[in-house]
């Protein structure tokens, strides 16, 4: 097949990564992960060039950071005009326009119309935090219920709240106290003997003896949930659960926080992934795409409930740096002008097209399914028993690598190839990237098989 864009001339590493590589495992602890054995050179939109000169399709945007692409020109622009400025004067010293703006413009564009107020921190899992902080100090409750199969960081909080155990949790107890685990559809693994709708029947059902086994409603400040699961392997709730999940929480005067992390910024199709199932999180924590790469996070909350803390409870020395602020700006205006949302349910409808294709030749394929442009294929070792195939997704990222595209794993069992292209990639490179993935999985199955 003729290449464009994707270009692997030496193996992974090559000569130069590997000189950096054996420097990297010299300093850096194992613990800090990486996907692929190379380092990068440059960025563009949706394509990568490592210091060896191998080009490739980014199929992983950073794990959901470079939604409107790598170094787009109006985020860069926007930063060197902010360099050229002030980089940095404490939004709890002197405060600086930017943060407003961008607030300003969040607190608009999240769902529902109640007032809202947003503030900034720097992770993730910092965002994951206040917006339980904020939600304990409201509630005056102490009890939070996460779902299994979450994940919401690697902080003590955020550890204790997420719902797979290895790699996140394992050996790193004793965990935050008052966090509680609710099940979560995993419609594709649901008990044969129900449909979707029983299944999601039955499992709201189960919050209500969860109530009376694990913790009263009374004491839980608040739920929280990814519109779509994400580390779990793209798991998509019905609107049923979302909307039933919600009502309870309405019904216990429990607050319903939104982790949209991974979902936000055009991802599936929409600012925010919980416009699918019309809801209005009481609070919403937000990073990754919102600000192209720059480490910036935020909480998004009803008025009131943001109000709870007094001066001084929230922040801290970099949250909502002027940088972050500036390009999340840039962000928005990159989203508006190019109609990202809409791209990504075009990408999305053309990466379901070739899954199917997939899915027809390939039976180690058990389910593909996705919520705009977040896409996975989730691998079995058999259709029937559904056994997952850990080994095989291991090896297919793998190919795919030497081939010259970035994809992800993701998954409970570590058994689903993720996609989260940056939502600038071109057709021609969408297209190019996919043949590779098809022809990875195929040059494994042969090499499996053969
Ligand atoms: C849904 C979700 N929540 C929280 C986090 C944690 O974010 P961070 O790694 O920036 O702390 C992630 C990161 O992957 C995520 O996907």
Do not use: W
Not at 81 to 86: A, L, M
Not at 355 to 364: A, C, L, P, S
Not at 383 to 405: C, I, M, N, Y
């Amino acid at each position: 097949m003729n290449k464009k864009f994707a270009n692997v001339q030496t193996e992974l590493p090559g000569p130069k990564a590997k000189k950096l590589l054996d420097r990297r495992h010299d300093v850096v602890p194992q613990g800090v992960g990486y996907g692929v054995p190379t380092f990068v050179e440059k960025a563009k939109g949706a394509l990568l060039q490592d210091v060896d000169g191998n080009h490739f399709i980014d199929l992983a945007g950073a794990i959901g950071c470079i939604n409107v692409g790598h170094s787009h020109d109006t985020i860069v622009s926007a930063l060197h005009d902010q360099v050229d400025r002030y980089i940095h004067t404490g939004f709890n010293v002197m405060m600086y326009d930017p943060y407003i703006d961008f607030a300003e413009k969040l607190a608009t564009l999240a769902p529902g119309y109640s007032k809202k107020k947003v503030m900034f921190l720097n992770s993730g899992a910092e965002a994951v935090e206040n917006a339980v902080k904020i939600a304990r100090k409201y509630t005056k409750r102490q009890a939070v219920v996460s779902f299994s199969g979450g994940f919401h960081g690697r902080t003590l909080m955020t550890m204790s709240l997420t719902g797979k155990v290895r790699p996140f949790k394992y050996e790193y107890g004793p965990f935050a106290p008052e966090v509680y685990h609710a099940p979560y559809p995993y419609n594709y693994r649901r008990p044969e003997s129900m449909n979707e709708e029983e299944y999601t029947d039955y499992l709201l059902e189960q919050v209500e003896s969860f109530f009376i086994s694990e913790v009263d409603p009374s004491q839980v400040a608040a739920f929280i949930m990814e519109p779509v699961q994400g580390e779990s392997g793209f798991i998509i709730p019905s609107k049923k659960f979302v909307q039933g999940i919600y009502e309870i929480c309405k019904q216990h005067g429990i607050l319903f926080i939104a982790d949209e992390i991974q979902t936000g910024f055009g991802r599936t199709g929409k600012y925010f992934g919980m416009e699918h199932y019309d809801v209005e999180p009481d609070l919403t924590a937000i990073s990754k795409s919102m600000a192209a790469g720059l480490p910036i996070s935020g909480v998004i909350g009803r008025e009131e409930v943001m109000d709870s803390a007094k001066p001084g409870e929230l922040g801290g020395t970099y949250c909502g740096s002027p940088l972050g602020c500036r390009a999340g700006l840039a962000v928005l205006e990159v989203m508006e002008k190019e109609n990202i949302n809409d791209r990504a349910d075009i990408i999305g409808k053309k990466v379901m097209e070739r899954f199917k294709n997939m899915y027809d030749r390939f039976d180690v394929i058990g389910e593909y399914r996705g919520l705009g442009a977040m896409c996975a294929l989730e691998l079995v070792k058999d259709r029937d028993s559904k056994e997952p195939a850990k080994e095989l997704t291991g090896q297919v990222l793998k190919e795919a690598h030497k081939r010259g595209v970035i994809v992800l794993k993701a998954g409970v069992h570590d058994n689903v190839v993720r996609l989260l292209m940056p939502l600038v990639i071109t057709d021609e490179q969408l297209e190019e990237a996919l043949n590779i993935l098809e022809e990875s999985i195929e040059a494994v199955l042969v090499g499996v098989n053969g």
